[in-house]
């Protein structure tokens, strides 16, 4: 999912990069990476699958005035305590979340998918009762509490597995070719 160069990073294909790329190779695997296309995808991405997985209903996209806004809004068919919420989430990811208790029932969530707690404005602005994502940082501890939001960080990892193992699916179903998704999981 993620891709294999990042911001500012060495372009240079040496040591564990070299590595991981020459096992790839000398076994005809394919690499691919879509990273935010991936995580923004109506069907297959990683936030839509996410929803699926939470029976959440999407209602629309967390900045609404972004044609690339990557997360999104949606709402509980039964509102739950940030308590219950919690225990979904840990269920259905099979990773205890680190929650920051808000207060009052959880009908509307925010979700974005990996490192996305930086959107914490943005849930607030769309006046959320919880936001979801994979990480979280100090200040982010600070928003939720003085804005009233219950926010859950689920694993940057656990969050976002679907979406690939959703492509492999429908790649697998259009071209009749097998994948593997190999989960090689990340406490983080």
Not at 18 to 35: M, V
Not at 139 to 161: D, I, K, Y
């Amino acid at each position: 999912h993620h891709g294999y160069f990042w911001k500012n990073e060495d372009p240079r294909i040496v040591g564990m990069k070299q590595r991981r790329l020459k096992t790839l190779l000398n076994h005809d695997i394919s690499l691919l990476a879509y990273h935010l296309p991936l995580d923004l995808h109506e069907e297959v991405g990683n936030n839509v699958q996410l929803a699926r997985l939470l029976g959440l209903t999407i209602e629309g996209a967390l900045e609404p005035d972004n044609p690339r806004s990557v997360g999104l809004v949606g709402s509980l068919a039964t509102p739950l305590t940030p308590a219950e919420f919690g225990r979904l989430v840990h269920e259905k990811l099979e990773r205890e979340p680190l929650m920051i208790e808000g207060g009052g029932l959880i009908r509307r969530v925010g979700w974005c998918t990996g490192g996305a707690q930086g959107y914490i404005d943005q849930a607030i602005a769309a006046g959320v009762d919880a936001y979801l994502t994979g990480e979280i940082s100090e200040p982010t501890v600070h928003s939720a509490r003085e804005n009233g939001l219950s926010f859950f960080a689920a694993g940057h990892h656990a969050t976002e597995r679907y979406g690939v193992q959703a492509l492999g699916d429908y790649l697998a179903r259009r071209f009749a070719i097998e994948h593997i998704f190999i989960d090689c999981p990340n406490p983080a």
